[in-house]
């Protein structure tokens, strides 16, 4: 008799992708659900999820719970020039197209407003960091509530880190909301620094991938 099931965590597969883009959703507002916060729900994953599930899949990996549903995921680029690079040619044209300008607004006022999230959606220079040469790879991770406490996303920065590392990668770095204080936290309880060109409004922060 095989014993009960627990969390763990897989490839990213294809049909994941919904599943993604609505784990993105409901932990983007300071790691809380930005459903409806935006004129467009869309907006989000199309700009921290979907396009590194287009452009790097093998370096996608999704937390799952008891039950085999998707709860979470690591995604992520090796090469961030090289997904600069792709994302103005194949990704920012078509966003600019689904998205000219911000929609009718909602009853919320988040502090990283419409306009600048399409602004951002339409501009991969933005992942130019000065430190790119050291730490060329990025990340995001999200987790849902009940996959959270659990050590899912150590293992999820540990699985990430280790595929890297097996693609001879030097280090990683990544982004997050000055407002998420908690999130901050894990990563400095993982060893992540914080980098030279970080700012108390933009956080930036970087680990070695082994």
Do not use: K
């Amino acid at each position: 008799m095989s014993g009960p099931l627990v969390p763990g965590i897989r490839p990213y597969r294809p049909d994941d992708r919904d599943a993604v883009a609505e784990i993105c959703l409901r932990t983007a507002v300071a790691g809380g659900d930005a459903t409806g916060v935006y004129s467009d729900d869309a907006l989000m994953p199309e700009v921290y999820a979907l396009p590194y599930v287009a452009f790097a899949p093998d370096l996608a990996f999704v937390a799952v719970d008891d039950a085999g549903r998707v709860g979470g995921y690591v995604l992520g680029v090796a090469d961030t020039a090289a997904f600069i690079d792709w994302y103005a040619r194949a990704w920012a044209p078509g966003f600019r197209e689904r998205h000219p300008s911000p929609g009718p607004p909602t009853a919320h006022r988040p502090e990283y407003g419409e306009a600048q999230l399409i602004a951002d959606g339409g501009d991969p220079e933005r992942m130019r960091i000065a430190e790119l040469a050291r730490y060329p790879a990025h990340l995001h991770i999200d987790l849902l509530p009940h996959l959270q406490g659990l050590g899912l996303g150590r293992r999820l920065i540990d699985t990430f880190r280790a595929a890297l590392a097996e693609r001879s990668v030097p280090a990683l770095h990544l982004g997050l909301d000055p407002a998420n204080a908690g999130a901050r936290a894990f990563y400095e309880r993982l060893g992540f620094h914080e980098l030279p060109s970080s700012r108390p409004d933009a956080p930036l922060l970087g680990i070695a991938a082994r």
